[in-house]
């Protein structure tokens, strides 16, 4: 038998065919049609994975199940609330399962997806309690425990992204001042650099974007940190300084096995990782006792498909 996995994004969804080993045999791809509503991506979804099945020369009987990983809360009952794709309360199982119906069809947030596909296949596996932090645009992030995502009583747990970690010059997106993600992101570290370069800070961070403030990215960021840039040096330290708080919460309340970093961040783990362990090490309880692993996430651009593939 094979998987479906379908990772829903707020530009694009990527579908793929994914064996019992994860490995994935076929992918498919389009654009997310934001703005013609639930109705048009169903239908996107829908044709999405009919093309799918035809280039992998397979039929819904060889299929034994498809998952999802939405950008966003799925509650217990399948219904789903994706702030980037304007749903409030979609009944998302329910209806791609008419779509499907002699298939089984499955939901999650995607972050909790990847680390789900990490938890089976990657750098994960084997850990009773692991914890995956997807560092992008935001910060999600998923829990696994004893090889099963935390859910929560109501679809809510895992948003680690929105604990509080401190205080910050700017609100969340969610309203509330000093959420994880305001402080270790892209957009955290974008608003950051802007806001030193602003302040009269010189930085070759302006000179790599041709002085277009609108072309500063992490990747930049990053470059000029190699390059021992004053700005990209306190925008990058002070990330890591929050993520040694936010990492250090995370270990004081589950004591993972391992924390496995991944999203489009991770492709600096080099700089990331450097010094990380001793940020964390301030804050956690017992000063003197080995704590979580933690490295990069190895699954990369797969781990929604894979991880979608394997919900249950």
Known sequence: MYYIGVDVGGTGI????????????????CKTAVEGG???????????????LVKSNLTNNDIKSIGFGLPGLVDNKGYASCVNLKWQDIPFISEIQSLFDDIEIYAGNDATVAALAESKFGTMKDNDI????????????????????LIGAHGMASEIGHCIVGENY??????????????????????????LIKDGMDSLIMKECNNNYDKINAKVIFDCYRENDEVAKLVVNRFKHYLGKGIGSLINTLDPGIISIGGGLSKSGDIILD??????????????????????????????????????
Not at 130 to 149: E, F, W
Not at 170 to 186: K, L, M, R, W
């Open 14 to 29: 990527k579908a793929g065919v994914v064996d019992e080993n994860g490995q994935v045999l076929h992918k498919e791809e």
């Open 130 to 149: 692991a914890v995956m932090l997807t560092l992008g645009t935001g910060l999600g992030a998923g829990i696994i425990i004893n090889g099963k995502p």
């Open 170 to 195: 700017y609100d969340c997106n969610c309203g509330s001042n000093g959420c994880f993600e305001t402080f270790c992101s892209a957009t955290a570290m974008i608003n950051y650099a802007k806001k």
């Open 275 to 312: 010094g990380l362990e001793e940020e964390i090490k301030k804050n956690v309880l017992h000063k003197n006792r080995k704590f979580a692993d933690i490295n990069i996430a190895t699954l990369g651009n797969d781990a929604g498909i894979i991880g979608a593939a394997f919900l249950s």
């Open 38 to 52: 639930f109705e048009k991506v169903k239908q996107d979804i829908k044709q999405l994975i009919e093309t799918l």
